[in-house]
């Protein structure tokens, strides 16, 4: 199904809820069950356009829709920044983290038309630099920690090709996986405690048996996006998707 960009789902029900919400996956819409919009979808109907009903004001409707990307950002900047936070290594930034933690919430509080103006570009590059520090040190500590344990790490450069990679059972504690394409990759039983995978490509990586309790910017909508089972271990903020099995099946 194609549609412009700004125009409403033929699904979308009168209340905003999906008509096929419970079978998106059996009728091809997989991008829809994967997709997440960090609260900013909340955020910029029920403040900046103070709870208003483009239907009901369809005057509304194009800046609501246009402002609504520059929000997205935002807030996922605020998903990376509140997590670099809990990050005890990281502690030596932890000023200028929450610095720009509160700087970044301030400008989610922005009218639309300041919103429209933002350079929402320039503030994720200095957020970025601050997530790349974080990540440094996080990595750094985390790689002395398990200088000395048995088997070889695997290292890879950001935004490395790993479409399809073989992976299986790979330590990669600590690995720079940033931006990493790694659809289809085979990471069953790998161990990505402490990977930097922001902005990483899981689109059907295979994460049987993974254990991804410590890996750093992680999101919900990348573990939406890959494939996994009961034995795939997660932080706890984090929600099993429900297309993954539920079988607790030995991977040999």
């Given at each position: 199904m194609d549609k412009e960009a700004g125009n409403p789902c033929v699904n979308m029900q009168t209340d905003y809820r999906c008509g096929i919400h419970d079978n998106l996956r059996q009728l091809g819409f997989r991008g829809c069950t994967v997709y997440d919009c960090f609260g900013a979808g909340q955020k910029v109907s029920q403040h900046t356009f103070g709870g208003n009903d483009w239907q009901q004001v369809p005057a509304s409707a194009k800046q609501m829709f246009e402002v609504f990307p520059i929000m997205w950002h935002l807030h996922e900047l605020l998903w990376y920044l509140t997590e670099s936070l809990t990050l005890q290594s990281a502690y030596p930034i932890h000023g200028a983290l929450s610095a720009a933690l509160n700087e970044t919430e301030r400008l989610t509080l922005l009218n639309a038309d300041s919103l429209m103006e933002l350079d929402v570009a320039a503030h994720r590059a200095a957020v970025n630099a601050l997530l790349l520090k974080t990540s440094e040190l996080v990595r750094t500590e985390a790689r002395r920690q398990h200088k000395n344990s048995s088997g070889r790490q695997k290292t890879y450069n950001r935004g490395a090709d790993l479409i399809g990679a073989k992976l299986r059972g790979a330590d990669l504690r600590g690995a720079n996986l940033r931006g990493a394409y790694l659809i289809a990759a085979d990471l069953r039983n790998a161990d990505l405690r402490v990977a930097d995978l922001i902005g990483a490509d899981l689109r059907d990586t295979d994460l049987?048996?993974?254990?991804?309790?410590?890996?750093?910017?992680?999101?919900?909508?990348?573990?939406?996006?890959?494939?996994?089972?009961?034995?795939?271990?997660?932080?706890?903020?984090?929600?099993r998707p429900t297309h993954w099995s539920t079988k607790l099946d030995k991977l040999v």
């Open positions: 049987r048996g993974a254990n991804l309790t410590e890996s750093l910017f992680l999101t919900q909508a990348q573990l939406n996006a890959a494939k996994g089972d009961a034995n795939t271990l997660l932080p706890p903020a984090f929600t």
